[in-house]
């Protein structure tokens, strides 16, 4: 497992009983994670100091209570990375923390490349792979289908100084955008993939993950350029393992560039035992 270890505004402190404790900056919240089926004690007297707890429905969704004032918004760092943190009706803060591991990775490949690179980010979210290779110095083209959370992100770009870089905002389903960037012959060194198990664009366009991955990484080779630096591929669907990544790219981009592909689960340190939380898998092809 690769695990996100680099982390000083940011702490997983337990987790038990389908929940996990986490420190946000100054900001202490306990969030649902259904995969934590284990019911060990709670290690940590901060169970009982936390600011906000989010309650899931058995009708689905669910709500937060606070048991102290939070800010509206506050912004966490990691390295030259500035974020804006809330909590989100839908128990998400804005943030998944277990990708910084993907950053560094794509960090240190756009900054050893020796050329400039082009990355296009779908399902992107937030920004968090933006940022980070926009400030490693790549061009990024950024594309999710929610207006709101690509607001967000441009919001993350200026609190991280990062506004004058060379960012395309895009608001659109990715899939269609994909497909009109191949007809405008625009290419692309990176490709990173973030997709939702389930969602709709902005047309209402129905997105399911086991039926669509396929088509769209094959899709994705039409905009890679003639010397491709890498393609990432992450998922929090827990039916697609790594090794189902790993063969989806490695039939599609390895069959059309070669290359190399490393597929692992990634994770979170938990401050209070030696365990480290999964929390999704990447898939990664480089040349």
């Known amino acids: 497992m690769r695990t996100a270890t680099n982390w000083k505004d940011y702490q997983l402190i ?9 420190k ?23 169970w009982n100091k936390a600011h906000g707890h989010y309650h899931r429905s058995d009708k689905g969704g669910g709500q937060w209570s606070f048991h102290k004032k939070i800010p509206d918004n506050w912004v966490i760092s990691y390295n030259d990375l500035k974020f804006n943190i809330r909590p989100t ?16 990775y794509m960090d240190n490949l756009i900054r050893n490349a020796g050329r400039p690179i082009n990355v296009l980010n779908l399902f992107a979210y937030t920004g968090g792979a933006t940022l980070a290779c926009a400030n ?20 993350n770009a200026a609190v991280s100084g990062l506004s004058d870089k060379p960012i395309r905002w895009i608001v659109d389903d ?13 290419k692309y060194d990176a490709v990173i993939m973030d997709p939702p198990s389930y969602g709709r664009g902005p047309n209402q366009e129905v ?30 669907t827990t039916g697609l393992s790594p090794s189902v990544m790993a063969y989806i ?24 035992s030696s365990f480290i939380l999964p929390c999704g898998s990447t898939a990664i092809w480089t040349k």
Not at 150 to 155: F, G, K, L, P, T
Request: negative net charge; charged residues 25%; proline residues 4%.
């Open 207 to 236: 997105w399911k993950l086991e039926g669509c991955i396929y088509d769209l990484v094959k899709l994705c080779t039409g905009v890679l350029s003639d010397n491709p630096l890498f393609f990432l591929l992450n998922s929090y």
């Open 14 to 22: 337990d987790c038990s009983s389908s929940e996990k404790l986490e």
């Open 174 to 186: 990715c899939e269609k955008f994909v497909m009109r960037e191949i007809k405008r012959g625009r």
């Open 89 to 104: 009706g839908f128990k998400h803060t804005g943030l998944f923390p277990e990708q910084a591991v993907n950053w560094d």
């Open 249 to 272: 790219i490695g039939e599609t981009v390895c069959e059309k560039y070669s290359g190399n592909v490393s597929a692992d689960e990634i994770g979170l340190p938990v401050k209070e």
């Open 24 to 46: 946000w900056g100054d900001i202490i919240l306990i969030r649902p994670d259904p995969q934590i089926i284990w019911k060990t004690e709670h290690k940590s007297s901060s």
């Open 136 to 155: 490693a110095g790549a061009s990024v083209c950024h594309v999710d289908a929610s207006k709101g959370m690509v607001q967000w992100a441009r919001d």
